[in-house]
């Protein structure tokens, strides 16, 4: 009994009489885990305020304070706690009155151990089942919360109709919840897809199989996107399916990057059995579609489903007991993990992109989120963790990052090649700029950022006719002022972008001229008022192109640079970006030398800057 469900229990009992109380308490201390033991009702009613017992057992009649004045305190503070009563109960009135306080039970006396042991149990079982729908019902708000924030979820009813939608769905389709629910999933139906795929996708589920695929659905606003989707019903305690979930993740932007490339290379749970039924089928939902680990309070894996293994490589007797520090790069951000560890200790969900190292050394990019599991006190108990392999979308988008790159630097050059400047010049422009923005404070990926951006400082000028651009001599004002457009032209052909590099390429081509006097073009920006990637390419371009040949002028020589740039301090430059120039004007210097003109690439240069 005591491994069973009242071995486990804390019980108070209550008896004035010595001898029946040593007697009673020898039977009871080999069958309950803990037992508390009281002479009267005031002690018992002062054991039960500083221990909290599971179950009281007490005599009804007693000095100081007697047993049903004891209950009725009790009851008033803990109406749940069961409470049974050891007497005869002859008194009509005393029957009366516990009936009244709401005891739970009786044992007459004498005791008989048979009849304590059943009624004790039964109370115990009652405990055991309450308490045990109260974990269930914990830990099945966990998984669906699992479920929630870590994909795009509907369900609906056995004939199809929406009956919920979370958050992000409703955020993806455009749709919220009140116009979705009631509704069947053709309201979101994109007419390219075909009816036999969901024809198929509903003979599959009835049969109680689970179905899988990527879905092509249509928001309200008419915009597309695509879902990796898997469909499964939901069984009741009797085996029957009476709703259906569907578990989703966005990969539009993959599906669109593929399209590019394609073209550029041609109810509510009340019963435990309901509530065991409904987390066995969560659960199930749950690890179809995401790699999982669970951990303990100190990190170290308990439990790793098969996708997880087969994603990284390890078989899991490999995992068990190891801590997810197994997968960590080495050039992994601390910062992030620091965050993370963080996060989930005040009981909160992360959720990240995170870079994991399998077991044979490749990496792989994982959409992560760590759910803390929480028991009845709120105290966390693990951690669960659901994966998605978001590997294939981070490749491409490097991959179309590193081609933005090469557009960005290709058509700087071009523009620079229509005024006869070199390649190189470009290429000096954007290591200068770098330098710069690291050292005026300037994160990495930000000084990357405008390092790839400066090239289209001078993209405007495709606009400018050759006639002006390569002019030998001094332009006319009316000549000037069109190549003063060039600054405009540039934004103009970039601002459209929403892509990062494009974006502060723009923002690059029209304000590089303007000056922190307010005296420059095209806007007589002036101070801080200019963007920060216009302050400091302003100052790489000026002192690469006065070290260059142009069809209007030779090149200067160093000292008579370095001089105009400090006369200009607080005129044409910032003068904190002067300032931080000729602190580190040997790192300019080494780019310069690095990326010197060729005689065989010297030409006339640029027309007038």
């Given at each position: ?11 108070l ?10 007697e ?10 803990k ?35 004891m ?14 009563l ?7 009135h ?32 009652r ?11 914990r ?14 979820v ?50 599959t ?14 928001a ?15 069984r ?8 259906y979930?569907a ?53 170290k ?20 007991g ?70 294939e ?17 290709t ?6 090649s ?6 190189n ?16 404070g ?13 090239p289209m ?8 006719p ?8 001094q ?5 000037f ?29 029209r ?29 790489a371009?000026?002192f ?5 040949d142009?069809v ?23 003068p ?7 602190d580190?004007?040997?790192e ?17 240069e640029?027309?007038?800057?």
């Amino acid at each position: 009994m005591r491994q069973t469900v009242w071995g486990n229990l804390t019980m108070l009992y209550v008896e004035d009489e010595e001898e029946t109380r040593e007697e009673l308490s020898t039977y009871l201390e080999l069958r309950v885990g803990k037992l508390l033991v009281a002479a009267n009702g005031a002690e018992g009613l002062e054991l039960f305020e500083k221990e909290r017992p599971d179950l009281i057992l007490t005599d009804v009649t007693m000095p100081v304070m007697d047993g049903l004045a004891m209950s009725r305190a009790i009851k008033a503070m803990s109406p749940d706690t069961p409470i049974i009563l050891c007497t005869a109960l002859g008194d009509r009135h005393q029957l009366g009155e516990a009936i009244n306080i709401g005891i739970d039970g009786y044992v007459p006396k004498p005791v008989d151990p048979d009849r304590l042991a059943k009624t004790v149990l039964k109370e115990a079982q009652r405990l055991y089942d309450r308490d045990t729908v109260t974990k269930q019902s914990r830990l099945l708000e966990h998984y669906r919360t699992v479920v929630d924030v870590s994909a795009l979820v509907t369900k609906t009813d056995a004939r199809g109709i929406i009956t919920y939608a979370n958050e992000p769905f409703c955020t993806i389709s455009g749709y919220t919840k009140e116009e979705l629910i009631g509704k069947s999933h053709s309201i979101v139906r994109h007419p390219q897809m075909k009816s036999a795929v969901f024809k198929e996708i509903w003979e599959t589920i009835q049969t109680g199989k689970v179905w899988r695929g990527i879905v092509k659905d249509r928001a309200k606003s008419g915009e597309t996107f695509y879902l990796d989707t898997t469909i499964l019903g939901l069984r009741d305690e009797e085996g029957e399916i009476r709703e259906y979930i569907a578990i989703r993740y966005d990969v539009t932007e993959l599906k669109m990057y593929r399209e590019v490339l394609e073209q550029q290379l041609d109810r509510s749970y009340t019963t435990l059995n309901e509530k065991v039924t409904a987390i066995r089928e969560y659960e199930k939902a749950i690890n179809i579609n995401s790699a999982i680990s669970r951990t303990d309070g100190e990190g170290k894996m308990t439990y790793v489903n098969t996708m997880f293994c087969d994603l990284l490589g390890y078989a899991s007797s490999e995992l068990i007991g190891k801590t997810h520090r197994i997968f960590r790069p080495l050039d992994g951000d601390e910062a992030v993990y620091d965050t993370l560890w963080k996060t989930i200790q005040e009981k909160q969900i992360w959720q990240g992109s995170l870079k994991y190292v399998r077991k044979d050394g490749t990496w792989c990019y994982l959409d992560t989120a760590v759910i803390p599991i929480l028991d009845t006190a709120g105290e966390i108990v693990e951690f669960m963790s659901l994966c998605h392999d978001v590997s294939e979308i981070v490749h491409l988008n490097k991959e179309i990052e590193a081609t933005q790159r090469e557009v960005v630097f290709t058509m700087g050059s071009i523009g620079e090649s229509r005024s006869k400047e070199t390649g190189n010049h470009v290429k000096r422009v954007a290591e200068y700029s770098r330098i710069l923005a690291l050292h005026y404070g300037l994160d990495e990926a930000e000084a990357e950022l405008l390092k790839q951006a400066s090239p289209m400082h001078d993209i405007g000028k495709v606009g400018i006719p050759d006639a002006i651009l390569n002019k030998p001599g001094q332009l006319t004002h009316e000549e000037f002022d069109i190549m003063k457009t060039h600054a405009d032209l540039g934004y103009e052909m970039l601002k459209h972008s929403e892509r990062p590099i494009l974006k502060a390429a723009a923002t690059v081509a029209r304000e590089h001229h303007e000056k922190w006097d307010g005296s420059g073009y095209p806007n007589k920006k002036s101070g801080e008022d200019i963007h920060i990637y216009g302050r400091i390419t302003a100052i790489a371009d000026v002192f690469d192109a006065l070290g260059s040949d142009r069809v209007y002028k030779k090149a200067w020589e160093l000292d008579k640079i370095l001089g105009l740039i400090r006369e200009e301090s607080g005129r044409h430059f910032d003068p904190v970006l002067v300032s931080i120039f000729f602190d580190h004007l040997e790192e300019f210097l080494a780019v310069r030398e690095q990326y010197r003109d060729t005689i065989e690439a010297k030409e006339p240069e640029c027309g007038n800057n």
